[in-house]
Every structure is written in C-alpha cells, then in structure tokens.
C-alpha cells in the first residue's frame, strides 16, 4: 500500500478507534484506543514512505 493508501486507512482507523471509547462498554473502550493508537501508527508509516519513497 502507498502512502496515501496508508494516511487514508490511518485516519479511518482513528475515527473509529474515537467513536469506540465513547462507548458504555470497557472492553470496547479498549479495543477503540488500541485502534486510534493503531491508526496513528498507519500515518507515521505513510509519513514515512512519502519522505523515502513508496518501495520501502
């Protein structure tokens, strides 16, 4: 996946990841910041690939 494909599914992933610790429910309160926390990951490694380029 490119750079932009990586920044689109990070940005999602942290959207939902928010709307699940909104939740009543402890575990998916949990599951929505380990998402968010994922999704942030997504875009540093899209970051990256758009400095060095997609063949990484």
Do not use: C
């Not at 909104?22 to 490694?45: I, N």
Request: no cysteine.
């Amino acid at each position: 996946m490119g750079e932009l494909g990586d920044k689109i599914k990070g940005n999602v992933n942290e959207a939902i990841g928010k709307v699940k610790q909104h939740s009543d429910d402890p575990a998916t309160r949990d599951e929505g910041a380990a998402q968010e926390l994922k999704g942030k990951g997504e875009q540093v490694k899209g970051k990256i690939k758009g400095a060095l380029g997609d063949d990484i």
